[in-house]
């Protein structure tokens, strides 16, 4: 079965970094899409950042670009987000999904989700 495991929250001050990782099994890890996901408290779940494990094609959020990295260790079936420069605005839950499909569109389900880990930036 697909299994994906997300850690590597905590608590951090704004500017600071924490880097998630998600760690996957029962699938091959090397043609696949990863994304990252935030749910902040009272809003819906949204996209942050994906990666293809195929091509190793990355997507960001705006608001994450030039902050936050994505990246894919096919060897560990592991997929890192390096965040860095944090604001009090990313604090949320961060969840790791996966789709079948490599190649992530504006259409891309995602079909398998892991437990969340929290962020919590403080100001």
């Known amino acids: 079965d697909v299994q994906l495991q997300a850690s590597g929250g905590g608590l951090v001050q704004a500017g600071g970094s924490l880097r998630l990782s998600c760690v996957a099994s029962?699938?091959?890890?090397?043609?696949?899409?990863i994304g990252w996901f935030r749910q902040a408290p009272g809003k819906e779940r949204e996209v942050d950042s994906t990666i293809s494990t195929s091509d190793g094609s990355t997507y960001y959020k705006d608001s994450v670009k030039g902050r936050f990295t994505i990246s894919s260790d096919n060897a560990k079936n592991t997929v890192y987000l390096q965040m860095n420069s944090l604001k009090p605005e990313d604090t949320a839950v961060y969840y790791c999904a996966v789709s079948g499909d490599p190649f992530v569109t504006s259409r891309t389900q995602w079909d398998s989700w892991g437990q969340g880990t929290q962020v919590t930036v403080s100001s």
């Open positions: 029962g699938f091959t890890f090397d043609n696949y899409a």
